[in-house]
């Protein structure tokens, strides 16, 4: 970068067959004519990110991270959505250019994968709003997934999970598409999720669910599974009914498809491969956020925000739990906000962290970790999330040709 040296990141780092995000410094190009060189002030954590560390996808030196917002430094010949000097929001693909992604000081997006901050959303709720609205936008709409119809609004669906990250995104989409919404949550966010859109509620945990989602909606067709617990997913499938019986996942295993009821076709949502590298998925061709930006400044969605401090960590409800069993088959939920978190070397004390090794500083407290025990919380503490997403948009919102 002309002028700038390095560059503050988060990067992958192979000791001893063990992987981990350490602090470092990394080197990377200019923007590219369509992309735009960004200062990065808040980065969320995703689930997403643990697969990718655990799973060696990526090398050394790749730095991960999906979804951050920050201020414009620079832009490509060809950008016209932003200039130098506006806040937004956007994500990329993390690990896919070597050295640069959420995760960094410095980061380059591409203009069709960002929006503008409006004055009615911080920070903190817009960073996590572009991959979990995606991930819900993409489930409910493209052709291999729920492909449900938009221009109808007498569609009922199912959201299980609904108050996870992705929950909250999928409920507030399909309301604005006045879908009829059958929620299940644990008790203690039945408020929550009512007040952003579904029309019934019910415990998960309830083994009288899948007959009240009977009694509800005979002959229900789709069932979007937003947390990806194979422990649930046969009871998600007794409760469709109808002709034609339509389950997507965020995760997909043999296991979660051994309890699966015959007649049930499953998808699974598969965000990374969606548009963060082809911009196109199944019918659905991502163009821009302008769908998202226009939603933002109506104030029609709600993100979710779980800031991780060094003391208590991330806020959580009685519905969280840790984001790497989430990963193994359990229940992602909460989206964590980094703020700052590689930009002040002076503030980072967290270099050794193991297993997850990603750290934040919020308003100027460090988290730091030197002993095992400290290390195993730091990276506990900092797994709990989920990824937020951001919608799709396309020509015609109804349109799946």
Request: charged letters at 20%; a negative charge; proline letters at 3%.
């Amino acid at each position: 970068m002309a002028g700038r040296a390095s560059n503050n990141a988060l990067a992958i780092k192979t000791v001893e067959s063990q992987r981990s995000s350490t602090k470092g410094s990394v080197v990377g190009p200019e923007p590219s004519p369509t992309q735009a060189l960004i200062r990065v002030s808040h980065a969320a954590q995703n689930s997403m990110d643990v697969v990718s560390l655990d799973s060696g996808e990526f090398s050394d030196g790749s730095v991960l991270g999906y979804d951050f917002v920050g201020t414009v430094e620079k832009v490509g010949s060809h950008v016209s959505l932003a200039k130098k000097g506006d806040i937004i929001g956007g994500m990329v693909y993390g690990g896919q250019i070597l050295g640069f992604s959420g995760d960094n000081e410095y980061t380059l997006t591409d203009e069709r994968l960002c929006f503008k901050l409006p004055p009615n959303i911080s920070r903190e709720e817009a960073v996590t709003t572009p991959l979990a609205a995606c991930i819900a936008y993409l489930g409910l709409f493209s052709k291999s997934c729920l492909n449900a119809d938009i221009k109808h609004n007498d569609v009922t669906v199912l959201i299980w999970g609904a108050s996870s990250c992705v929950g909250r995104f999928a409920i507030q989409i399909a309301a604005m598409y006045r879908f009829r919404i059958i929620a299940t949550c644990g008790p203690s966010s039945f408020d929550l999720v009512k007040s952003l859109g579904a029309d019934h509620v019910l415990d998960y945990c309830d083994e009288d669910a899948c007959s009240r989602i009977h009694e509800l909606a005979p002959g229900l067709q789709y069932a979007f599974d937003a947390v990806g617990s194979q422990s649930h997913s046969a009871a998600l499938s007794r409760a469709l009914t109808g002709k034609t019986r339509n389950l997507c996942t965020i995760f997909l295993s043999d296991a979660y498809l051994s309890g699966i009821a015959s007649g049930t076709s499953v998808s699974n949502v598969r965000a990374w491969e969606a548009f963060l590298c082809k911009h196109h998925y199944e019918g659905k061709t991502f163009q821009d956020l302008e769908e998202v930006d226009k939603w933002n400044k109506a104030g029609e969605l709600r993100g979710r925000v779980g800031t991780v401090n060094d003391r208590s960590g991330p806020t959580t409800d009685s519905d969280d739990t840790n984001v790497a069993d989430s990963v193994r088959g359990k229940r992602p939920s909460l989206a964590n906000v980094m703020e700052a978190a590689v930009q002040s070397s002076e503030n980072f004390h967290a270099d050794n962290v193991e297993t997850l090794g990603l750290a934040a500083h919020h308003r100027g407290a460090s988290v730091s970790a030197t002993s095992p025990k400290e290390k195993d919380r730091v990276a506990r503490d900092l797994r709990r999330s989920i990824s937020v997403v951001s919608a799709e948009s396309a020509d015609e919102p109804g349109n799946t040709e």
